[in-house]
T-cell receptor
Framework: GESVGLHLPTLSVQEGDNSIINCAYSNSASDYFIWYKQESGKGPQFIIDIRSNMDKRQGQRVTVLLNKTVKHLSLQIAATQPGDSAVYFCAENMVTDKLIFGTGTRLQVFP | KAGVTQTPRYLIKTRGQQVTLSCSPISGHRSVSWYQQTPGQGLQFLFEYFSETQRNKGNFPGRFSGRQFSNSRSEMNVSTLELGDSALYLC?????????????FGSGTRLTVV
């Protein structure tokens, strides 16, 4: 398959701290990137996206950074809350309209 | 507005049977994509439909097929089920073609093959 899913890396953070989740994407031709959050029993939920002509985009408490030189994407969550606990996926999109997902990172927030 | 609706939420089937899953996209969305999610392989693209035409297909055997109706609702079918087909099947809809604004996912159909 195109998305390699092994055991999920886990990021544990204390409530109130900032979280940074990293992702390496596969194709230098990808021109659109999306971060999704998936809670147990639910489908992926859109968080934020960024086009390849940008290197940073901010949303509410979230920031996505794109480094095309090294094909790296990161999601920063400010003041992490217990409700942020979930699995986070990055996805890359090429002109074929197919999303290619990363392996995912489990974020655990403890009080 | 209503989100992406997938039915049924859960299914248990026996090896060798076939199954049909349904997806109703967000009203006005014409693109529907299907993904398979398993612990071992993560999220993998199955196929994508736009205006009743399959535009893209992932690397899955021919046992996996789909279609889209004129109202944009989509179905996917898996024939001759194998144990390895047990997975969460996710449908996503999008309004633009080619999509530039991400996909909205449904909650998925959890298929268990026994």
């Amino acid at each position: 398959g195109e998305s390699v899913g092994l055991h999920l890396p886990t990021l544990s953070v204390q409530e109130g701290d900032n979280s940074i989740i990293n992702c390496a994407y596969s194709n230098s031709a990808s021109d659109y990137f999306i971060w999704y959050k998936q809670e147990s029993g639910k489908g992926p939920q859109f968080i934020i996206d960024i086009r390849s002509n940008m290197d940073k985009r901010q949303g509410q408490r979230v920031t996505v950074l794109l480094n095309k030189t090294v094909k790296h994407l990161s999601l920063q969550i400010a003041a992490t809350q217990p409700g942020d606990s979930a699995v986070y996926f990055c996805a890359e999109n090429m002109v074929t309209d197919k999303l290619i997902f990363g392996t995912g990172t489990r974020l655990q927030v403890f009080p | 507005k209503a989100g992406v609706t997938q039915t049924p939420r859960y299914l248990i089937k026996t090896r060798g049977q076939q199954v049909t899953l349904s997806c109703s996209p967000i009203s006005g969305h014409r693109s529907v994509s299907w993904y398979q999610q398993t612990p071992g392989q993560g999220l993998q693209f199955l196929f994508e439909y736009f205006s009743e035409t399959q535009r893209n297909k992932g690397n899955f055997p021919g046992r996996f097929s789909g279609r889209q109706f004129s109202n944009s609702r989509s179905e996917m079918n898996v024939s001759t089920l194998e144990l390895g087909d047990s997975a969460l099947y996710l449908c996503a809809s999008s309004s633009t073609a080619p999509t530039n604004y991400g996909y909205t996912f449904g909650s998925g159909t959890r298929l268990t093959v026994v």
